[in-house]
């Protein structure tokens, strides 16, 4: 049966990259993000494979994400699998010189914003007691690193609305899992560091990164499984990678 989903931060990286599986895999979408020039593009070549509606809100603004996404026209109003995607880390600091701004955001984007979506679909689930919901949480939900603090505690909230949901929604036979990534290289370090291109590319370098097409393999994976079969919480890091601080890179 043709399925529909809403990805959140479908405009860059790993929600970009599971837009595309989706779309090769005949998945129809809605696909979610604040730069527009990027959702027009996606439309005109996904569209060409699935049906496509794009919806430019930001997660932040609670009024208009249950405004867009409770007015979500025919065909597109009956969402099969929801991916709560949409989110970044702003800055890494030390807790004593963390500045405001930057954990407004990532508590305001990354947890509430995710709560702001999901209430905005859910109606539509329970009432049809089925749907699947995909948390893209991290590795920073389960362990802490140094200077992660903030980024790390908006991605454990993940970590626990994820099992949260799964023990309100199971009475609705709703599917509710996370998959949660180490490194992968997408914008996420260019957002981090403000710009700061080069900063950002360190990061990746001296070990091979996770691609954002390998978490949307995963993904795929995921909501392929059997109805009876739910993946509830998965971790991948790249071969290179042992934990948040334990990375073999070639130069160390
Ligand atoms: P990118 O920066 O490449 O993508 C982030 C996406 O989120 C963009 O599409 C962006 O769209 C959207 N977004 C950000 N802020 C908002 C907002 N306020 N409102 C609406 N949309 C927003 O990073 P990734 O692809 O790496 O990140 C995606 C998810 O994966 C995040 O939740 C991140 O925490 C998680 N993750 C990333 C890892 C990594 O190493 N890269 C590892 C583990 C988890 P736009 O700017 O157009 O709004
Ligand atoms: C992204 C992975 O280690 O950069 O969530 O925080 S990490």
Avoid at 64 to 93: E, R
Avoid at 103 to 109: F, K, S
Wanted: net charge positive.
């Amino acid at each position: 049966m043709k399925k529909t989903a809403l990805i959140t931060g479908a405009t860059s990286g790993i929600g970009l990259a599971i837009a595309k599986r989706f779309a090769k895999e005949g998945i129809d979408l809605v696909l979610c993000g604040r730069r527009q020039e990027r959702l027009n593009e996606l439309k005109a070549r996904l569209g060409k494979k699935v049906q496509v509606h794009t919806l430019n809100f930001d997660v932040r603004n609670r009024e208009a994400v249950l405004k867009v996404i409770g007015s979500l026209p025919s065909p597109f109003d009956q969402i099969d699998i929801l991916i709560n995607n949409a989110g970044n880390a702003h800055g890494l600091d030390p807790i004593e010189d963390g500045s405001l701004d930057d954990w407004d955001a990532m508590i305001d984007i990354n947890v509430k914003g995710l709560l702001y979506v999901s209430k905005a679909i859910l109606p539509q689930m329970v009432s049809r007691k089925a749907g699947h919901i995909i948390h893209i949480g991290s590795t920073a939900g389960k362990e802490v690193y140094p200077r992660g603090n903030v980024y790390c505690a908006s991605k454990h909230a993940v970590d626990a609305i994820n099992q949260g949901m799964r023990i309100d929604l199971n009475q609705y036979g709703i599917r509710v899992g996370a998959v949660n990534p180490g490194l992968v290289e997408t914008e996420f370090s260019k957002v981090r560091f403000k710009g700061d291109d080069t900063r950002a590319e360190t990061v990746y370098k001296g070990f091979q990164p996770l691609l954002p097409e390998d978490i949307a393999d995963i993904v795929h994976f995921v909501v392929t499984r059997p109805y009876h079969v739910n993946i509830a919480d998965l971790v991948v890091m790249p071969t290179a990678q042992a934990s948040s601080t334990i990375v073999k890179k070639t130069f160390e």
